[in-house]
T-cell receptor, first 118, second 117 residues
């Protein structure tokens, strides 16, 4: 099956610092990856669509200067939370689809990253 | 924009019983995909079942089946012979195809399903 990994699984940082989260497709090439945010006991909210070799597309209300997304290769997308504040604390999940509409456009999810900003 | 509504925040049933989770959605699209995802305490999202809107036949995967009513924009999940391992959050999700790929998923708020021994 298609496997997506995320690193780190947990990160604690001080307010004002930047944190980078990596999302990798391990056994397939992903031209498109997605970043979601999940608050405790809440649903997942799409933050942005990450396209290899081009700029990410952000959902309304998501600050693109706060959440920097880079999709530099067909297997790696990174989300950088810049100048993190306690309200950025959340569970961040990435997903990827296999190109060409194969696998029924199923999204394969990473295990998530828990970010805590002190 | 599309919306997904799950009206049951929590449900609890006895092991081996059948349970149905409801989901309704709103969209102006004619072609789309619907999904049910399971999120256990590990928080790993697991695909339970998928339905293409152009297919009239309801999808089934072992103990899991859906009742897809396109005109009513309803997409319920039925779990038969429920097992303790089915305890999890269940999210209904909508996706619109986009060119050669797909848009991101729009999720409902989720239903916390508890299977009692």
């Amino acid at each position: 099956g298609a496997v997506v990994s995320q690193h780190p699984s947990r990160v604690i940082c001080k307010s004002g610092t930047s944190v980078k989260i990596e999302c990798r497709s391990l056994d397939f090439q992903a031209t498109t990856m997605f970043w979601y945010r999940q608050f405790p006991k809440k649903s997942l909210m799409l933050m942005a669509t990450s396209n290899e070799g081009s700029k990410a597309t952000y959902e309304q209300g998501v600050e693109k200067d706060k959440f920097l997304i880079n999709h530099a290769s067909l297997t790696l997308s990174t989300l950088t939370v810049t100048s993190a504040h306690p309200e950025d604390s959340s569970f961040y999940i990435c997903s990827a689809i296999i190109p060409g509409g194969r696998a029924g456009n199923e999204q394969f999810f990473g295990p998530g990253t828990r970010l805590t900003v002190l | 924009a599309q919306t997904v509504t799950q009206s049951q925040p929590e449900m609890s049933v006895q092991e081996a019983e059948t349970v149905t989770l409801s989901c309704t959605y709103d969209t102006s699209e004619n072609n789309y995909y619907l999904f049910w995802y399971k999120q256990p305490p590990s928080r790993q999202m697991i695909l339970v079942i998928r339905q293409e809107a152009y297919k009239q036949q309801n999808a089934t995967e072992n103990r899991f089946s859906v009742n897809f009513q396109k005109a009513a924009k309803s997409f319920s999940l039925k779990i038969s012979d429920s097992q303790l391992g089915d305890t999890a959050m269940y999210f209904c999700a909508f996706m619109k195809p986009s060119g050669g790929g797909a848009d991101g998923l729009t999720f409902g708020k989720g239903t916390h399903l508890i299977i009692q021994p």
